[in-house]
């Protein structure tokens, strides 16, 4: 067997090899930015295995779903300057989801781009900010995200990336008892109200 080279195998193949290290099937990625299908494919991927049970998912996703409107609206600093003010210490258990999902894109960033990059590289400077999720992850104790931005635009976008990270794959089994429909079942009050 002769090894071929990273960068000479099809771009479908390396595409597919990216997504199914990371447990999604492309047609879950429809609808969901280019450039935020890795950070979306990885979220899915942590929202399946992290322990504990994650309880930050709708504020990483409102940073996400921020910081690309921002983007797309002149923003060129990302979120850095934005939140220097926010001084709170972060709570263990949310620093520890936190940490884990960074290492999951961390990991799968490198493995995308020793894929020759199937997935288009995210705006990292815009994607994340561990300060502003913990504020959203206070402000959601009270209120959804709709509540909190009222923007057309932000509805959306999140509604699609929640989608994405929360529905079931295309060609997963529908049994009752897979584990497509226990993630459906244990992520059903992650729904945005409409």
């Not at 960074?102 to 199937?118: F, I």
């Not at 104790?141 to 994405?164: S, T, W």
Request: glycine letters at 8%; hydrophobic letters at 40%.
């Amino acid at each position: 067997m002769c090894f071929v080279p990273t960068s000479q195998a099809d771009a479908a193949v390396r595409l597919q090899v990216c997504l199914e290290t990371l447990g999604v099937e492309e047609e879950t990625l429809e609808g969901v930015p280019a450039h935020l299908r890795l950070p979306v494919a990885v979220t899915r991927y942590w929202l399946w295995r992290a322990s504990p049970e994650p309880t930050l998912l709708k504020a990483l996703l409102m940073v996400m779903v921020q910081g690309e409107l921002t983007r797309l609206t002149g923003g060129t600093t990302g979120w850095q300057g934005v939140t220097s003010h926010i001084s709170q210490p972060l709570e263990g258990v949310v620093a520890h989801s936190f940490n884990q999902w960074q290492a999951c894109l961390k990991d799968a960033s490198q493995l995308n781009l020793l894929l020759c990059k199937p997935l288009p590289e995210p705006h990292f400077a815009w994607l994340f900010q561990g300060r502003l999720v913990h504020r959203q992850i206070q402000k959601l104790q009270e209120r959804e995200p709709e509540d909190i931005v009222k923007d057309d635009e932000f509805r959306d976008l999140y509604r699609r990336l929640l989608g994405a990270v929360t529905q079931p794959d295309p060609g997963a089994d529908g049994g009752a008892g897979g584990p497509e429909a226990q993630l459906r079942a244990s992520m059903g009050h992650l729904r945005l109200n409409t």
